[in-house]
């Protein structure tokens, strides 16, 4: 059942809007997001976001952390989120220790600016930590799990100023 209620939701997200956000995202400063409760691996996660002609979220800015620490926020408050771990884009996937922001083929780059890795991490723990999420429970500090695990997920679009780009 959840299957196709999936498949119900993604078709769905691709009738697309007009300008702005995505469909059932929301504009936050310069950004468009969506964030995501079903538990799913780091790559379904990508994939779904994806979809929707968006990608997990880089989280590239103090500034964007607060932003993301707002709305989990206000999903936490209103208790709408059962597990508090969502993944977001980074990966060490293509070599061990070098953490990028995977984006869409192409668009790759590495971290080399703002990070917030909760203490001991990046640990690589047990060799296959090689995605990253973030722990609303430990203040959206960054950690590596395995990407197999199941986590709940953000969602980043361009918010688009011209009313005649179709997104999502």
């Known amino acids: 059942?959840?299957?196709i209620a999936l498949v119900f939701v993604l078709c769905a997200g691709l009738q697309g809007s007009r300008g702005g956000c995505p469909n059932n995202f929301e504009k936050h400063g310069d950004g468009c997001y969506k964030v995501m409760v079903e538990p799913v691996s780091w790559i379904n996660a990508k994939l779904y976001c994806q979809v929707f002609g968006a990608d997990l979220v880089k989280i590239e800015t103090q500034e964007e952390e607060t932003l993301l620490e707002t709305v989990l926020n206000e999903i936490h408050i209103n208790r709408t989120a059962?597990?508090?771990?969502?993944w977001v884009d980074g990966s060490d996937l293509l070599a061990e220790g070098e953490w990028m922001w995977v984006g869409t083929p192409g668009y790759s780059q590495y971290i080399t600016s703002?990070?917030?890795?909760a203490p001991g991490q990046p640990d690589n723990n047990n060799n296959g930590e090689d995605c990253?999420?973030?722990?609303?429970n430990l203040k959206l500090f960054w950690s590596d799990e395995r990407c197999t695990t199941s986590g709940s997920f953000i969602c980043e679009a361009e918010?688009?100023?011209?009313?005649?780009?179709i997104i999502g």
């Open 114 to 117: 703002f990070t917030h890795w």
């Open 132 to 136: 990253m999420l973030i722990k609303f």
């Open 82 to 86: 059962r597990i508090e771990n969502y």
């Open 1 to 3: 059942m959840k299957i």
């Open 159 to 165: 918010y688009s100023e011209d009313p005649d780009s």
